[in-house]
Nanobody
Framework: QVQLVESGGGLVQPGGSLRLSCAAS??????MGWYRQAPGKQREMVAI???????AYTDSVKGRFNISRDNAKNMVYLQMNSLKPEDTAVYYC??????????????WGQGTQVTVSS
């Protein structure tokens, strides 16, 4: 069975930094990433990294956030710098596994709250 365990969320002042971590069980995933959902808004992709370490970011976090993964440990990280109040949201870890049929399965963590406030 696959489980994703997140850590690193909390309260931080504007301009500060946090690092989110996600530990995954099972084999290597084709991609892992972070999504977030703020009150009254839809869930959005924040950053994704593939097993080959290609990355993609939503425009609002480019230059401020960095995603990385450790394939040997099956972990993914999100370094968040220069945090803004609008970054406040619940952040979810995501992992995607390819199937032999060509399809895929997505797995999700329970989420961790990030609050940016003075």
């Amino acid at each position: 069975q696959v489980q994703l365990v997140e850590s690193g969320g909390g309260l931080v002042q504007p301009g500060g930094s946090l690092r989110l971590s996600c530990a995954a069980s099972g084999s290597i995933f084709s991609s892992m990433g972070w999504y977030r959902q703020a009150p009254g808004k839809q869930r959005e992709m924040v950053a994704i990294v593939t097993s080959g370490r290609s990355t993609a970011y939503t425009d609002s976090v480019k230059g401020r956030f960095n995603i990385s993964r450790d394939n040997a440990k099956n972990m993914v990280y999100l370094q968040m710098n220069s945090l803004k109040p609008e970054d406040t949201a619940v952040y979810y870890c995501n992992a995607r596994r390819q199937l032999g049929s060509g399809g895929y399965v997505n797995y999700w963590g329970q989420g961790t709250q990030v609050t940016v406030s003075s």
